[in-house]
């Protein structure tokens, strides 16, 4: 029977994992594969070698909080393929209304919900927990704003990167031993922004794994029925499963709801995500990805939009000058105005940024995410209290 659970618990573990592979590759690599720059398959095997050490290193942080610091109690065998059951379905829900999924949000939920059914939730933990759900959006929006405001129209202006035709680099044979080259019709600035590219999506890989990775695996650990290493390996390949697989579409159509951006922008929603994931991974914050990066976006181009405003003239609410939503989309050779002064036809004719309805989709999912599986799993313990 034992072995029976075991087995249940394991293919509920891949599941999740092949699902959080599915979503977060998109979002690691995406604007990679969207730009040309790197192949689906190579992405998906770099987010699957990144993801394992991501996991194996700071992920055993997030691994001790979900499995030891949320409630009181080690998690049964019973119990924790229930709570993954939860998430399995907070990830569906999630899938079914089209939005990236609040997996972490989702397992502490499932795990909340476990110990208010057996008086064992450790308040003080949780309330941590959840006031860095609060403040670690508002840290992306302003972190985004404030480069969006100051920093990013001239670096747009500097550092346009884009792909062209051809092969990046080629052999040279003409030697004795051959040596790469630049491609046909590759720049030096091509070359320098694919590594960039290329070193920012490892680190997003990596960070998706340190949040991740426990995610799928946590409640067999508590239990005692996986040792955390084969744990973390089970995870790695289910997610890379994930991301050789459904990721395919997600890396073509990721950030085509939320926003139309730039790549060099997407670069640095990237940069400053996987930071904040990153630092409280560390920290043992069960954290998402898809947070950081959705609230450093509008704050990227609210930043951009009120640069025709002076700090003075936002506070008082005077300013009757025209803002441009769309602004982080202008082509890197618009006009760059001083902030205050109004914006040129270029930038006000640009694109929009992004949907308003999908932010606040996005935003709800964060709230009715964790909520429902914190109630699910409470209303299922508390209705079959020997599973616990």
Known sequence: MVETILLVGVVASIFVGFNIGGSSTGIAWGPAVGAGLLRKTTAAALMTFFVFLGGWTV??????????????????????????????????????FGVPVPTSMTTVGAIAGLGLATGTLNFETIGWIVSWWIVTPIIGFWVGATIGRYVYPELNRRFEIKASEGALLSLDRSGSVP?????????????????????????????????????????????????????????????????????????????????????????????????????????????SLVMSSVMTIVGLGWGRATRPVTAQEAIRGESDKELATGALTAEPDAPVTPIGEKEPAEVLDAGDLFNPRAVMKYISMWVIGPSMSTLLAYGFFVAVPFVG
């Open 59 to 96: 992920g055993r942080n997030v691994m001790d909080t979900l499995s030891e610091g949320i409630i009181t109690i080690d998690i049964s065998l019973g119990a924790g393929v229930a709570v993954l059951f939860f998430i399995g379905l907070g990830i569906l829900i999630a899938n079914v």
């Open 179 to 287: 040596k790469p080259v630049l491609g046909p019709n590759t720049t030096y600035q091509e070359l320098g922004g694919t590594i960039v590219v290329f070193i920012i999506g490892c680190y997003m890989a990596f960070s998706a794994g340190a949040s991740n990775v426990p995610n799928a695996v946590a409640p067999l650990v508590s239990s005692g029925a996986l040792e955390p290493n084969p744990a973390i390996i089970v995870a790695t390949i289910a997610i890379g499963l994930g991301g050789f697989t459904i990721a395919r579409r997600t890396m073509e159509s990721v950030g085509g709801e939320l926003s139309d951006i730039p790549l060099l922008a997407a670069l640095i929603v990237m940069i400053t995500a996987s930071t904040i994931t990153t630092l409280l991974s560390w920290a043992g914050i069960p954290i």
